[in-house]
């Protein structure tokens, strides 16, 4: 049985994005790294469903705003990130819990669990990665990605359980460790990814500059020019 990817993702609007990066860089860089950040991401996905041997059936990116899911499917159109299977919807729910029980249930109603769920805040995050976590829901296990402050990633799911998901309480340290706690409680096997970095500020935008400065994927180049362009920081 194939999986799918739902990718949360705003439309890249000039100060509507990155807010806490954009106090240190200002709206018009932010939104230049966004969108570098948003085109990767998507490419990254992209390029395991486009593969011969690709284990996805689909790929839901859900906006936000939810008003503005058209807006971004054009955004994308624009950047020739389309692909049949390839579907871009509203992000629905009042906190970030419950738009991503919907966005699970949506997959859910159309067949297409096991799904994983990922933001655009990783854009250097290795196929290798994608690949680990595919091959761990396959294989019926859940799995979740730990970010370096404590937050998460990516989560693959092959059932649905309300009691997953926080409503909006995801704006701390504690994050990745209640979600391991309650996705223990229903699986018999979690499988934890390697831990990665996500980009929220000025220390996390270094953070994958200094991360990357010997070692470069083979993709996500877009993210890591723009960053040099955008942050200031020099290696």
């Known amino acids: 049985m194939p999986c799918s990817y739902l990718i949360f993702a705003r439309n890249p609007a000039l100060g509507r994005v990155k807010t806490r990066l954009a106090a240190t860089l200002g709206n018009e860089k932010t939104l230049a790294l966004y969108e570098a950040m948003l085109e990767d991401t998507v490419e990254n996905v992209l390029m395991r469903l486009r593969a011969p041997s690709t284990q996805i059936s689909a790929v839901y990116i859900f906006a936000y705003p939810l008003e503005e899911s058209t807006a971004l499917a054009l955004w994308l159109a624009e950047r020739k990130l389309t692909h049949e299977r390839l579907h871009v919807l509203p992000q629905e729910g009042t906190t970030l819990g419950e738009q991503m029980l919907r966005a699970f249930r949506y997959a859910e109603a159309r067949g297409a669990l096991p799904s994983i769920i990922m933001g655009a805040d990783s854009p250097t995050l290795p196929q290798a990665i994608f690949a680990e976590a595919e091959d761990a829901i396959l294989a019926g ?4 990605g730990r970010t370096d402050d404590g937050g998460f990633y990516m989560m693959g799911l092959g059932e649905v359980r309300d009691l997953f998901f926080f409503g ?5 340290a504690t ?5 391991v706690e ?12 390697p831990t990665w970095m996500d980009i929220d500020d000025s220390a996390s935008l270094r953070a994958l500059l200094d991360y990357h400065a010997k070692d470069l994927p083979q993709i996500a180049f877009k993210t890591l020019l723009q960053t040099e362009g955008a942050s200031g920081f020099t290696r």
């Open 182 to 193: 309650a996705l223990r409680g229903h699986f018999s096997l979690v499988h934890e990814l």
């Open 168 to 172: 909006d309480d995801y704006s701390n």
């Open 175 to 179: 994050v990745y460790e209640r979600s």
């Open 141 to 144: 296990q859940a799995t979740i």
